[in-house]
């Protein structure tokens, strides 16, 4: 199981990437069955040791072959659907639901099971729906940002009209400017020289005494630990790191300057709306998990 680093560039490349993993533990299944059929009357230790191995590389093939992401049959159901429709966005339309769909089945399921008292076999049943509708999102949003027929970038996708305070701003004024902005996340400055960010997180748990006696810059995060991405950076660079790491803004640097910002709660958005734009009413756009 893996997420796609880039997206593909044609049907057919998508599914011989997919099929190669089912492939492979298929065979190597089907090997070391073959294996155990033949030396059945061998050493038993042997034996098992080749049953045991085959049949588990049979049953990862089929774990594989699901229609869910990032398994490789999600992959595949996406590879075959955008060379049956020639098109990418409805071949994402149609994975994302028939992923959906199969996620919160194997979750519902559980459910069943675990009512119907096999408490084992629904825990499990619930935990893979659970992991599959989670790492949907990532592999969706990949597919999604591939589907926008241009180079999509930090300057796409950041806001340029980002809102600044004073390093001496008190804590209570820069909450009531981020209700007021509806923003999470404020640039600290002096004299135009950027000093740091404070977001959300910085004071939504300070005390109201805490908040009129701590300023910005006691709580702020420096420049040197923000997260700064180039202004060329790729869409999906952004979405990688966003997804690997716990940050909920990024910094956007031109030449060493601060241009923007880009805060994970608008960014997925965003690319929505890129998205959105340039698909027509009969494709649709892709299922909001």
């Known amino acids: 199981i893996s997420h796609l680093s880039k997206p593909p560039r044609t049907a057919r490349e998508e599914f011989e990437i997919a099929a190669a993993g089912p492939g492979i533990s298929l ?20 034996t098992a040791i080749l049953a045991y191995l085959g049949i588990a590389n049979l049953l990862l093939a089929v774990f594989n072959s699901l229609p869910g992401f990032p398994l490789a049959g999600g992959r595949l159901l996406h590879s075959i659907a955008w060379k049956t429709t020639n098109s990418f966005r409805r071949a994402t339309r149609i994975a994302s639901r028939v992923a959906f769909a199969f996620s919160w089945g194997l979750i519902i399921g559980g459910g069943v099971v675990i009512f119907l008292g096999w408490l084992g076999a629904g825990i499990w049943a619930i935990l893979v729906g659970w992991f599959l509708l989670r790492s949907s999102r990532h592999e969706l949003r990949t597919l999604q940002i591939a589907g926008i027929n241009e180079v999509v970038t930090a300057q796409n996708v950041m806001e340029k009209d980002f809102i600044t305070v004073t390093p001496g701003t008190p ?49 702020m995060k420096s420049r040197d630990d923000a997260i700064v991405v180039d202004l060329n950076t790729s869409a999906l660079d952004v979405l990688n790191i966003f997804e690997s790491s716990r940050v909920s803004e990024l910094v956007v640097l031109n030449e060493g300057q601060l241009v923007g910002l880009i805060e994970k709660q608008y960014f997925f958005q965003r690319i929505k709306n890129l998205d959105s734009s340039e698909n027509s009413p009969s494709q649709g756009t892709l299922t909001n998990f």
């Open 171 to 219: 804590i209570s004024q820069v909450a009531e400017t981020m209700t007021a902005n509806n923003t999470s996340v404020l640039i600290v400055a002096l004299d135009e020289r950027v000093l740091g960010l404070i977001t959300e997180r910085e004071v939504r748990f300070l005390s109201s005494s805490d908040r009129q006696q701590s300023s910005a810059q006691s709580v």
């Open 27 to 46: 065979l190597l299944g089907g090997l070391l069955v073959l294996g155990w059929f033949f030396s059945r009357d061998g050493n038993e230790q042997v």
